[in-house]
């Protein structure tokens, strides 16, 4: 089966920069999806097509997808922006498929 | 702003049948795809699958053989339907719409219902 492989957690203080990654060895040639999802909630898609961003969600919020990796960066980390966070693709004998998710901590 | 809101049991019996409906309010049913999702308690998210407006299907293959999603577009619904329960089947159950366009996100989330598999 199609995997997407992400780190279980990333920590970073604020007003720094995290990068979120997820690897599989042809995601550079799909598009990939990433969702928020703070406790209790549903998820709320934030970069969706490796770099477009939704109405609504800050310039902080940025990806890019390349090779083996895309990657999920937040600039100027608050403490809001802690949660878990997924990466998605469509793959064709799989349908739809996320990764393990990433907790994002805030120290 | 379209909204979804899952509803059905929240607690099914092992072997019987999941059933849950999904709501749509602020929007038509009708020109979107839509979905389920759900997540395990402490665990990832799963897509199940998506059923277009016109009740076409397709199923994530490790549940295809118990699954059944249809549409009800005069009551802006869409269903789920998830056979032979067991406590491996206990998870929140989310429905989401999927975003126009080929391979697009999901841009609109239900909250969520918890279903507990369990006698």
């Known amino acids: 089966s199609y995997v997407l492989t992400q780190p279980p957690s990333v920590s970073v203080a604020p007003g720094q920069t995290a990068r979120i990654t997820c690897g599989e060895n042809s995601i550079g040639s799909k598009s990939v999806h990433w969702y928020q999802q703070r406790p209790g909630q549903a998820p709320v898609l934030v970069v969706y097509?490796?770099?477009d961003r939704p109405s609504g969600i800050p310039e902080r919020f940025s990806g890019s997808n390349s090779g083996k990796t895309a990657t999920l960066t937040i600039s100027r980390v608050e403490a809001g922006d802690e949660a878990d966070y997924y990466c998605?693709?469509?793959?064709?004998?799989?349908?739809?498929?996320f990764g393990g998710g990433t907790k994002l901590t805030v120290l | 702003q379209v909204q979804l809101r899952e509803s059905g049991p929240g607690l099914v019996k092992p072997s019987e049948t999941l059933s849950l409906t999904c709501t749509v309010s602020?929007?038509?049913?009708?020109?979107?795809?839509w979905s389920w999702i759900r997540q395990s308690p402490g665990k990832g998210l799963e897509w199940i699958g998506y059923?277009?407006?016109?009740?076409?299907?397709n199923y994530n293959p490790s549940l295809r053989s118990r699954v059944t999603m249809s549409v009800d577009t005069p009551k802006n619904q869409f269903s789920l339907k998830l056979r032979s329960v067991t406590a491996a089947d206990t998870a929140v159950y989310f429905c989401?719409?999927?975003?126009?366009?080929?391979?697009?996100?999901?841009?609109?989330w239900g909250q969520g219902t918890l279903v507990t598999v369990s006698s």
């Open positions: 602020g929007g038509s049913i009708s020109g979107f795809y």
């Open positions: 989401a719409r999927i975003r126009p366009g080929l391979r697009a996100p999901f841009d609109h």
């Open positions: 059923v277009y407006y016109t009740g076409n299907t």
């Open positions: 998605q693709v469509w793959e064709s004998s799989s349908g739809w498929v």
């Open positions: 097509d490796d770099g």
